[in-house]
């Protein structure tokens, strides 16, 4: 009885560690970075999901603990095209200022400032979002491609801590530790 009851009290954990990942990306990058955010999440014990922006129903960001938003910025300023619904919802001016107020969340942008608006949808989804109320894991990260390390030079640190910053809001559930890279792409591909 008491082997089943640490099951149900386990499972009632990890079901309160969710994760969205919710990207915009025009080329693929942003897409990309979403995919390794999850796979890291997997690594950690969370229950997660990673979407497009515009496949994902906004309404229901209400409802999510913990959000990590990956965009990208192209043309002019331009959010990427599966991001354009999102973006016209959340710019929304009757949004109620504190409908966020229960979301955790984290922005990395990834962008090239060789462009005039370098990462301007990221530095304007992070504003819209505080001014909503939700609640800010990490300053927003403005990944350069121009960077002579390319936008690793800042994701890998800005990821390094958001983990960080995550799992000491959300921990490990007892008795589970954080599974090993390598571990997990032997899983995954079947790789050796």
Known sequence: ADAWKRMLVSGLEMAERKLLVLFGSQTGTAEDMAERIGRDAKRRHFAYRVEALDSYCVSNLIHEPLVIFVCST???????DNMKKFW???????????????????????GDSSYPKFNFVAKKLHKRLLQLGGSPILPVALADDQHELGSDAVSDPW?????????????????????SDDVLKLHLYGCQ
């Open 74 to 80: 192209t043309g002019q300023g331009d959010p990427p």
């Open 88 to 110: 016209r919802f959340i710019l929304r001016k009757n949004l109620c200022p504190g409908s966020l107020c229960q979301v955790d969340y984290a922005v990395l942008g990834l």
């Open 159 to 179: 990821l390094k801590e958001l983990w960080s910053k995550i799992l000491l809001l959300y921990p490990l559930p007892p008795g589970l530790d954080i599974i």
